[in-house]
Structure formats: structure tokens, C-alpha cells
């Protein structure tokens, strides 16, 4: 079983910034690709980053490009999103997950295990 928590998430003020963090239980981290999605109120969770096993490979939405940074630390245990130039529009719940592949896809339906998720409100 694997378990995902993550971490970081909080109030900031819009050009500020945030570093969340994915810690995942289980010997297997390493060998999948990982992800973080972000569910507004009212609105689909929907794809922000993704990052393959090795972490050579990322892809991220077209609305962070630029502004967020996915990373993973292998040895332990634990994936990033450095988020920075935030703007109001960031303010959601963010969830890391899991894929069941070792590199990443844009769709929820390839992620296996999924995070309770963090609040990251970005004030104006």
C-alpha cells in the first residue's frame, strides 16, 4: 500500500511564493512517474506538473509554466512544487499522486494512489 501526505500549502500574497512536498510511503517511490493536480472550488481537478522516475523528464500545464518547478528526491522519498510569481488564480487544493507508469501523463485516470491534498490560497 502506498500513502501519499502532502505538504506546505497555506496563505500568500499574489507575486509570492510556496514550496509544497510529497512524502510517499512504500519502497516503490522510485520507480514511477509522479504528479500534482490542483481542484478549484466549483471546478475539475486538473493537471499541473508531472515528473518521470528518474526525474529527467517534467511537464507542466500551460497556465505554471514558467512560474512552478517540479522536482524529486529519490533517496527520500519526497516529490516538490516550488511555486513562485503566485497569482490568485493558484488558489486550490493540490494533490500529488502516483502514476502507474515511469513517465507522466496529463489525465487523472493513469494515477493510482493519490494524496489527502493542501490548501494554497493566493491573496490578491
Known amino acids: 500500500q502506498v500513502q501519499l501526505v502532502e505538504s506546505g500549502g497555506g496563505l500568500v500574497q499574489a507575486g509570492g511564493s510556496l514550496r509544497l512536498s510529497c512524502e510517499a510511503s512504500?519502497?516503490?517511490?522510485?520507480?514511477?512517474?509522479m504528479g500534482w493536480f490542483r481542484q478549484a472550488p466549483g471546478k475539475e481537478r486538473v493537471f499541473v506538473a508531472g515528473i518521470s522516475w528518474s526525474g529527467g523528464l517534467t511537464t507542466y500545464a500551460d497556465s505554471v509554466k514558467g512560474r512552478f518547478t517540479i522536482s524529486r528526491d529519490n533517496a527520500k522519498n519526497t516529490m516538490y512544487l516550488q511555486m513562485n510569481s503566485l497569482k490568485p488564480e493558484d488558489t486550490a487544493v493540490y494533490y500529488c499522486?502516483?502514476?502507474?507508469?515511469?513517465?507522466?501523463?496529463?489525465?487523472?485516470?493513469?494515477?493510482?494512489?493519490w494524496g489527502q491534498g493542501t490548501q494554497v490560497t493566493v491573496s490578491s
Open positions: 499522486a502516483r502514476h502507474s507508469d515511469y513517465v507522466p501523463s496529463n489525465g487523472p485516470d493513469r494515477y493510482d494512489y
Open positions: 512504500g519502497r516503490t517511490f522510485s520507480s514511477y512517474a
